[in-house]
């Protein structure tokens, strides 16, 4: 099964997985896109054997995604990839022979839960001029901007509070070479924490120690994030983390959204990060979803052991950070759903079958960061503008 969304100007194209737009237009049972800015999409691309080998199943992902990039975005170049897989001890070093890429690459232990051992998420780019490896940072040059990523992230020693300072530590150091500063430039991160619900405190606790050195406070803002369960091969890490920073940003191009109404800062809880993350360019607009899941506008869990109404509940204070940026479930391009509890997935699939039948999404068996919450969601979404302040995209 494969799922992809491109954004392409002036087009009624939509994908399998793409809110309610007409007209799919089809590659097969079920693969198709949505095109209204042509030179990005986001694939989403499952196994379609549950019963396959590891083997039979990645390389069906791999061959899928290159025959789809090929056939619909051909001239693009993959940016970001990372493979959720069912069991990394077993499967990690496969993926790394296997998959040649040239980006920024994460391999997590998140197990799709549709029965299958690997899925791909993808996000290519059309128009790079250059794309290389400094530090272990990959800058790609678009328009009149660098895109600097990093994935896959570990140290292998101590606890997660010293893993994370380390992680973050020399991720402001390599900022800082290619001339940017973590408050300044970075746009989202994530982190994936074996064993959350004992090692997300040390996580919080390194974080916000590092973001006040670096001038992010409350009184400034944080950075868009995802803390997650999910782990690599090593079982000495605790913490993997991914990042992605833009040079070339001007003052004001990068806001960010907070949803007041239905979610609290959350600052207010002891953590540090932004609801999202809104960047505008001359062309289009970017918005970065967190993290998101069942809470209140004060910071408590709605609905606890209710998976139907902590999924509608979800999806209202994703909607609420969309429409503050001016836009809809319309305008998502992929999201990422992560469930604490497999049994719960055939309720979940079913509900987000019917409520957003044309977006790419996977859902993944990853507990959340606060045992109450059964189900977070991260996505992003793209639409086409106009802002004379900015160089297009």
């Keep these: 099964?494969?799922?992809?969304?491109?954004?392409?100007?002036?087009?009624?194209l939509t994908s399998p997985r793409t809110s309610s737009l007409p007209t799919p237009i089809s590659e097969g049972p079920s693969e198709a896109f949505r095109a209204k800015i042509n030179d990005e999409a986001s694939f989403i691309i499952h196994a379609s054997d549950p019963n396959a080998a590891f083997t039979a199943q990645l390389q069906e992902v791999i061959s899928r995604y290159n025959e789809l990039r090929n056939q619909l975005m051909p001239g693009a170049e993959a940016v970001m990839k990372r493979y959720f897989l069912s069991d990394a001890a077993n499967q990690e070093d496969e993926v790394y022979a296997t998959d040649e890429c040239d980006c920024a690459l994460s391999v997590i232990q998140q197990p799709p839960l549709d029965g299958t051992k690997v899925a791909l998420w993808v996000y290519v780019l059309k128009g790079i001029k250059n794309q290389n490896c400094s530090q272990g940072m990959f800058r790609v040059s678009h328009g009149a901007y660098e895109h600097l990523w990093i994935a896959g992230e570990t140290i292998s020693s101590s606890n997660s509070k010293y893993q994370t300072t380390r992680l973050l530590e020399d991720y402001v150091m390599r900022l800082i070479e290619n001339e940017c500063t973590l408050k300044d430039n970075c746009v989202r991160t994530w982190f994936f924490v074996n064993d959350i619900d004992n090692?997300?405190?040390g996580v919080v606790k390194a974080r916000n120690e590092v973001f006040v050195t670096?001038?992010?406070?409350?009184?400034?803002?944080?950075?868009?994030?995802t803390g997650i369960g999910g782990r690599v091969a090593d079982s000495k890490v605790s913490v993997c983390m991914d990042?992605?920073?833009i040079k070339g940003l001007l003052p004001n191009?990068?806001?960010?959204?907070?949803?007041?109404?239905?979610?609290?800062r959350t600052s207010e809880y002891g953590v540090s990060f932004e609801r999202a993350t809104q960047i505008d360019y001359g062309d289009r607009r970017h918005v970065f979803v967190s993290g998101t899941a069942s809470?209140?506008?004060?910071?408590?869990?709605?609905?606890?052991?209710?998976?139907?109404?902590?999924?509608k509940r979800m999806w209202e204070n994703v909607d609420a950070i969309l429409n503050e940026a001016e836009m809809h479930f319309d305008d998502i391009t992929f999201a990422l759903v992560y469930l604490r509890d497999p049994a719960d997935y055939a309720v979940v699939s079913a509900m987000f079958h019917e409520q957003f039948p044309h977006t790419p999404y996977v859902l993944l068996h990853a507990p959340?960061?606060?045992?109450?919450?059964?189900?977070?969601m991260e996505c992003m979404a793209v639409k086409a503008n106009h802002d004379e302040r900015f160089p297009n995209f």
């Design 1 to 12: 099964m494969i799922q992809k969304n491109t954004q392409e100007e002036g087009s009624n």
């Design 199 to 201: 090692n997300y405190e």
């Design 214 to 225: 670096q001038g992010l406070t409350a009184n400034t803002h944080y950075i868009s994030s």
């Design 243 to 245: 990042a992605y920073a």
């Design 253 to 264: 191009q990068m806001t960010f959204l907070y949803a007041l109404d239905h979610m609290n």
């Design 295 to 311: 809470i209140d506008n004060k910071g408590q869990v709605v609905y606890p052991r209710d998976i139907k109404r902590q999924v």
């Design 368 to 376: 959340v960061c606060r045992p109450g919450w059964l189900i977070e």
